[in-house]
């Protein structure tokens, strides 16, 4: 009896493995269950990447019965339905795309079914869904899943959603999809699930394949309510696709503490960078660095080199500076492209303590504007030379928030600009007066809210405010043919040219006053409002950034939101800046010289005074604007939360531990189980 069961058994258990092999190799596309669920959460500035590989058959043979039947994806935002109004406090909003692994947008796509699918507005109880063709006879389809949280004011809220993958439409349906199984569900898939820190760490995985090498560390700092793991991500991607081009190693990291703190002053937000990268990204291996600042990012990063220059003096000598690059950066404030009373607003507070050094106001004890003690520093400009290329992104129109003058750095050739625009002097006439008496108060929504769409047509400067108000419902997309075919897309840049000192008109010079009383519309803003009271204190700021540095300009003509696109903030609903990033890699990270380069510093000026710097700043929540304020106040009633549990939980004794906490418990024991000394 027992020879006999143990002859059974064994003869049973090949058969059940024969048939599931054989199942296996039957199963097509057609198969209608769900293959995959799963459930996650995004906070601001988080996202999330799933790589989803799916094998068609087995073998190597094709099997006769197989089928073309595409797979189905659904991506979720299963937040309340009442969270749609919480703009302010969120908004509760996704972002989604979907793009075969194989797909690069500087290839043209023939077939349709291979074509990216986006959505960047799903609002709480809508879904994305996508169909996942499978038109080739191929043995092996990979498609690459991509989901961006669209918070902008909290770090308190987090976004709920699911994502489905199913063998047809109808089995990733609401019905269907209820109670079912977390994880992957079919042999036939396998799914990566890459959250913001794998995302973000992938250089920590190179250092391991190829060893310790010498780094070249770029720094990415992000604007006024914005952050840099998402918003920039796209820009840090393109980076590290050149790798190939260097010797050093390329670790492209970014500050993450000052998101929703962007209100808080320049010098508060510099210093906190600066910190950063020198106790946190600077190593032993570190001997380059690179600079890259989007609209405000641009100053605070400026910053941040000045006050590393002046507190940390040898550090530029061991480390090379490479490339500082800004992009739609207001180098001299945002004072003349504002209606009045939105001036005398962002002077009183409005956008905390940083519309005060944007509308170039002196406080809290400073002897003059910031930001023109910042551009005349010595702590900055040493710094400033030795760098191998500075270079400013800037958009020409459709950017509502930072004008050509400010973020080009005012001297520039305007009129050849103009003619390569090819617009219309008179509609930009119309449109001038649209923007500045009509239109103020998107002016100040596009302020305290950079990350909204809020420009349309291709006018300068921006459309009227109906547009605009139309264009945060439904944000203006890059057109398909635009997506698909590399051939459509116009060049953007206008202009590219390297402006040196003999560039910069004299003091009273003719060429100085055709700049100062100029009536070409780019010009229009900067010399007629407020009656021209600024223009002086703007273009002393101009020639203090030009003062014995060499600034590669080049001028960009983006279709809304450019302010937004030039950064490709999200991988195709801001794709028209896909050519400024293509341009920004090819010219500053592509080309690498690998000769070695060298640097000397000028001393510091030891009759200069650095109280702006070194002057410790007073932090109170009167700081930051109405929008700050809900940060703020998030993180207070998130403190008194935690401090209140803890009081609670003070006197009992923990039955569980986090895993960290087991981690560290481990690390203490000896090998005998005791705990070491």
């Not at 937040?79 to 989604?96: D, K, Q």
């Not at 492209?252 to 010098?267: A, R």
């Not at 419902?473 to 897309?489: A, E, H, Q, V």
Request: hydrophobic residues 35%; charged residues 20%.
């Amino acid at each position: 009896m027992q020879s006999m069961l143990r002859y059974i058994i064994p003869s049973t258990m090949r058969q059940n493995a024969k048939h599931q092999r054989d199942q296996w190799l039957k199963m097509t596309a057609s198969d209608h269950d769900i293959m995959y669920h799963f459930q996650s959460s995004l906070r601001i500035g988080e996202l999330e990447r799933y790589i989803f590989t799916y094998d068609l058959y087995m073998g190597d043979e094709i099997p006769s019965d197989l089928t073309l039947d595409s797979l189905w994806l659904k991506i979720k935002n299963i937040e309340n339905v009442t969270l749609r109004a919480a703009y302010l406090m969120g908004p509760y909003v996704l972002y989604a795309d979907v793009r075969t692994k194989d797909y690069h947008h500087k290839q043209r796509l023939f077939i349709s079914a291979d074509q990216p699918q986006f959505e960047s507005n799903i609002q709480p109880q809508q879904d994305f869904i996508a169909e996942l063709s499978l038109h080739n006879l191929k043995k092996r389809y990979v498609w690459i899943v991509d989901i961006a949280s669209q918070i902008l004011f909290t770090k308190q809220a987090s976004i709920n959603f699911s994502i489905t993958v199913g063998g047809s439409k109808e089995s990733i349906s609401v019905d269907s999809a209820r109670n079912i199984q977390l994880g992957v569900q079919s042999s036939r898939m396998k799914v990566d699930r890459l959250t913001t820190a794998d995302l973000w760490n992938a250089s920590l995985l190179s250092k391991s394949v190829f060893g310790r090498r010498k780094e070249h560390l770029v720094i990415l700092t992000h604007g006024l309510h914005s952050n840099v793991t998402s918003d920039l991500f796209y820009i840090k991607e393109q980076i590290e696709k050149t790798q190939n081009q260097h010797e050093e190693m390329l670790v492209v990291k970014g500050f993450t503490d000052n998101v929703c703190k962007t209100e808080k002053g320049i010098k508060w937000l510099g210093t906190r960078l600066a910190e950063h990268i020198v106790h946190n990204l600077y190593n032993d291996a570190t001997v380059k660095i690179s600079f890259i600042g989007h609209s405000l990012g641009g100053l605070v990063q400026s910053f941040a080199i000045a006050y590393i220059s002046y507190n940390y003096p040898k550090f530029f000598e061991q480390v090379e500076p490479v490339n500082f690059i800004t992009m739609a950066s207001p180098m001299l404030g945002i004072v003349s492209d504002n209606a009045v009373y939105i001036q005398r607003l962002l002077a009183m507070g409005i956008a905390g303590k940083t519309g005060q050094d944007l509308s170039l106001q002196t406080y809290n004890g400073l002897k003059q504007p910031l930001l023109q003690t910042l551009s005349s520093s010595s702590a900055l400009r040493r710094i400033l030379k030795c760098f191998k290329s500075c270079t400013v992104y800037a958009n020409a129109c459709n950017d509502g928030i930072v004008p050509l003058y400010t973020s080009a750095l005012l001297f520039l050739d305007y009129d050849d600009i103009l003619d390569k625009l090819n617009m219309n002097t008179e509609d930009l006439q119309t449109d001038f007066f649209q923007r500045n008496f009509i239109s103020p108060l998107t002016k100040a929504m596009d302020i305290l809210m950079p990350q909204r769409v809020s420009q349309n047509g291709t006018k300068i400067p921006v459309a009227s405010m109906l547009d605009s108000a139309y264009s945060v419902l439904i944000p203006p997309l890059p057109d398909k043919s635009y997506i698909t075919d590399p051939k459509t897309r116009k060049d953007v840049v206008v202009h590219d040219k390297v402006y040196s000192g003999q560039d910069i008109p004299d003091h009273q010079s003719n060429s100085q006053l055709e700049v100062m009383n100029s009536s070409n519309v780019l010009l229009k803003t900067f010399n007629i409002a407020f009656g021209g009271q600024y223009k002086k204190l703007e273009e002393q700021i101009a020639r203090n950034w030009h003062k014995d540095v060499k600034w590669r300009k080049v001028i960009i003509n983006l279709k809304p939101d450019a302010h937004n696109n030039i950064i490709t903030r999200r991988r195709f609903s801001n794709a028209y800046g896909w050519p400024v990033v293509d341009h920004l890699t090819e010219t500053h990270f592509l080309n690498d010289d690998k000769s070695s380069r060298s640097w000397k510093l000028d001393p510091i000026s030891k009759d200069e005074d650095f109280d702006w710097i070194v002057k410790p700043t007073v932090d109170s929540v009167f700081d930051v604007g109405p929008t700050g304020m809900i940060c703020t106040f998030g993180e207070m009633l998130e403190n008194l939360k935690t401090s209140t549990l803890e009081g609670m939980t003070e006197s009992t004794v923990p039955t569980s531990y986090s895993q960290e906490e087991l981690f560290k418990y481990e690390d203490c024991l000896d090998r005998d189980g005791g705990i070491l000394p």
